[in-house]
């Protein structure tokens, strides 16, 4: 799946800088940049087009983008 996600901690880090943010390993931040590993989590848990999906704390939306593409609305 094609994004303009960060796709790895050098671009996330730019990413959040841009917008005045930054990581902190003091709340134990920890972002999906891994496009490989985030489809795999979706296809693992068994998410089709007849799912509703909520999302917690979606982050930098590394899980997010493919959550949509095979969840339903």
Do not use: Y
């Amino acid at each position: 799946m094609k994004s303009a996600l960060p796709r790895n901690r050098a671009d996330l880090v730019a990413l959040l800088e841009s917008r005045g943010l930054r990581l902190s390993k003091r709340f134990g931040q920890s972002f999906l940049v891994d496009a490989q590993l985030a489809d795999a989590i979706v296809a693992d848990a068994g998410v089709t087009a007849r799912d509703a999906v909520i999302e917690i704390g979606p982050g930098a939306g590394g899980l997010t983008l493919p959550l949509v593409a095979v969840a339903g609305a």
